[in-house]
Structures are given as structure tokens and as C-alpha cells.
């Protein structure tokens, strides 16, 4: 099985099952454990309020399986606020629409805490790009 978790219904990915983030929340309850080959969180996971939402998703991925996760790096937007490449109305729209805030160093140690190794850490300005794989 292959998951891609996206806040726009518009967005797809051919042979992936599409579950949208809807006021914060995520319905992964109906796929079983060490099910999913692929999962892709698509620039949503400071969308989602559940603190234990890597867990759940390293949880439902099987061995050998990989998950993507992309986003926004909150220092990256930190100090381009300070620095002035973002302006207050733009971090405080961020912010409003925010539920978590995650940076590639936080995810990465998370990954790591349920034994994920990390294939590649990108980050290209705020949006960083983490891929990681369940081990054997």
C-alpha cells in the first residue's frame, strides 16, 4: 500500500491513496500496521495537531518501507523573519495556519528514536525534504 497525506484534495500521485489532513487531523486508523510500502506527507505535517504523528506513520510502514516528509523548517522561517527576507504578515500567516512546528533536526532525531535510517536531509530555503527508511 501507498499513502500520500496532502492538505489539498487536488493533489495526487498515481498508485497512491490520497488521505487528506481536515481541521488538523489525519484518519489513519483503518490501515493496519506494518502495511504501507510508501508514505508521503506532502508540505502538511505542521498542519496536523497529533504529537505522535511520526510514530503513527513509522508504525504503519513495513520493512524496507520508506516515508517522505516535506515542509516548513521553523528556524529557517525564524531567521528569515529576523533577517528581514519575510515579513511580520507572512510568518503570522504561517503561524495562524499552523498546528506544530517542526524542523528538519527534530523530525530527523525523531526518525531515528524508532530505528528509520535517513537516506537524504534537503533543505532548499524554508522547505526542507527528509526521506527515511524502515529498517529490516
Not at 13 to 24: E, K
Not at 80 to 101: C, G, M, P, R, V
Not at 104 to 115: A, H, P, Q, S
Amino acid at each position: 500500500m501507498k499513502i500520500l497525506i496532502t492538505e489539498s484534495i487536488d493533489r495526487s500521485i498515481d498508485g497512491y491513496y490520497s488521505f487528506p489532513v481536515v481541521h488538523g487531523n489525519i484518519k489513519l486508523n483503518d490501515i493496519p500496521r506494518n502495511a504501507c510500502e510508501s508514505i508521503v506527507v506532502d508540505q502538511c505535517i505542521d498542519k496536523i495537531k497529533e504529537p505522535e504523528i511520526i510514530n503513527s506513520l513509522c508504525s504503519r510502514l513495513r520493512k524496507e518501507g520508506v516515508v517522505v516528509i516535506t515542509g516548513t523548517d521553523i528556524f529557517v522561517l525564524a531567521q528569515n523573519l529576523i533577517n528581514k527576507k519575510t515579513t511580520i504578515k507572512e510568518f503570522s500567516d504561517y503561524a495562524q495556519q499552523t498546528k506544530s512546528f517542526w524542523s528538519v533536526e527534530n523530525i530527523i532525531d525523531i526518525l531515528r528514536g524508532y530505528r528509520m535510517e535517513i537516506i537524504s536531509a534537503t533543505l532548499q530555503g524554508i522547505r526542507y525534504e527528509i526521506r527515511a527508511k524502515r529498517s529490516k
